[in-house]
Antibody, heavy 122, light 108 residues
Framework: EVQLVESGGGLVQPGRSLRISCAAS????????MHWVRQAPGRGLEWVSG????????AYADSVKGRFTISRDNAKNSLYLQMNSLRTEDTALYYC???????????????WGQGTLVTVSS | ERVMTQSPVTLSLSPGERATLSCRAS??????LAWYQQKPGQALRLLMY???TRATGVPARFSGSGSGTEFTLTISSLESEDFAVYYC??????????FGQGTKLEIK
């Protein structure tokens, strides 16, 4: 059974940093691209970032480009999102999602975690 | 950026009725469209990809159609567990991947 378990969320002040993680199991991690998708309270879904199976290809939404860094460790079956210079508008539930494809450009989110809540507030 | 627009925002129907949810793309996305279901407290679920291919384990009462800019998700006969929020998403252009704003399917 595919499992994606996010962790590391919490309350952080504007301008500070936070790193969230996603532990994957139940599938061959390095056969799939991975993504972060967020959902602000009471709002819809917004794709944040994606990474190909071997980390060679990475992309970001314009709203986070230059502030967030996605990475993965295939040996540890883990996905990460380093978030710097956080803003109040980054407050959201952050989901980890497994792509059907190994490449970043696949874009079909086959499995999702339950999310980790990031709250940016002073 | 491909802008995805879903309609209606809210759909009120009774169990056993047919549900038709629409999704429109701001420019052609071929058949590069997925549908997701979101229920409170549960992980998001992929229902459909490539516009009309059911994901693993999705019941046959769910069907998808369309190409280009107009897409439809149909639930032929609603069951109680189908009441949820549904999102469409395009993956024709990954810069960036974009979602519709969602349709809430509620019990009438």
């Amino acid at each position: 059974e595919v499992q994606l378990v996010e962790s590391g969320g919490g309350l952080v002040q504007p301008g500070r940093s936070l790193r969230i993680s996603c532990a994957a199991s139940g599938f061959t991690f390095d056969d799939h691209a991975m993504h972060w998708v967020r959902q602000a309270p009471g709002r819809g879904l917004e794709w944040v970032s994606g990474i190909g199976w071997n980390s060679a290809n990475i992309a970001y939404a314009d709203s986070v480009k230059g502030r967030f860094t996605i990475s993965r460790d295939n040996a540890k079956n883990s996905l990460y999102l380093q978030m710097n210079s956080l803003r109040t508008e980054d407050t959201a539930l952050y989901y980890c999602a497994k792509d059907l494809s190994p490449t970043l450009t696949g874009g079909t989110f086959e499995s999702w975690g339950q999310g980790t809540l990031v709250t940016v507030s002073s | 950026e491909r802008v995805m627009t879903q309609s209606p925002v809210t759909l009120s129907l009774s169990p056993g009725e047919r549900a038709t949810l629409s999704c429109r793309a701001s420019q052609s996305i071929s058949s590069n469209l997925a549908w997701y279901q979101q229920k409170p407290g549960q992980a998001l679920r992929l229902l459909m990809y490539d516009a009309s291919t059911r994901a693993t384990g999705v019941p046959a009462r769910f069907s998808g159609s369309g190409s280009g800019t107009e897409f439809t998700l149909t639930i032929s006969s609603l069951e109680s567990e189908d009441f949820a929020v549904y999102y469409c998403q395009q993956y024709d252009n990954w810069r960036p991947f974009t979602f519709g704003q969602g349709t809430k399917l509620e019990i009438k």
